[in-house]
């Protein structure tokens, strides 16, 4: 799927990391996942999503672009970041 959207404005504005996490068990959707670590909070993570609807083509723009948006809506939740290899697989372990 061919889209216009240009995300690297929005990712530096806002200073969030995203992942795509595609879960490869039973019939889960591929979700992108909007993240800032919050160290003053104990080690965790907040986080945001957009969950790609089995009726679409899963595509990254669409869902970096969805995730960022939530997060700045305050549509988040903080998760704790226990794993000592970073942030990327305390949250593949959340959603695989």
Request: overall charge positive.
């Amino acid at each position: 799927m061919k889209t216009n959207i240009n995300n690297a404005q929005l990712l530096a504005d806002s200073g969030l990391k995203v992942i795509h996490v595609h879960p490869f068990m039973g019939d889960g959707q591929p979700i992108t996942v909007a993240y800032r670590p919050q160290q003053h909070k104990g080690h965790t993570l907040e986080i945001a999503t957009s969950v790609c609807s089995p009726n679409d083509v899963f595509c990254k723009k669409v869902g970096t672009k969805r995730a960022i948006e939530n997060f700045l809506a305050g549509h988040t939740v903080r998760v704790p970041d226990r794993h000592r290899e970073g942030a990327v697989l305390a949250l593949k372990g959340l959603f695989l």
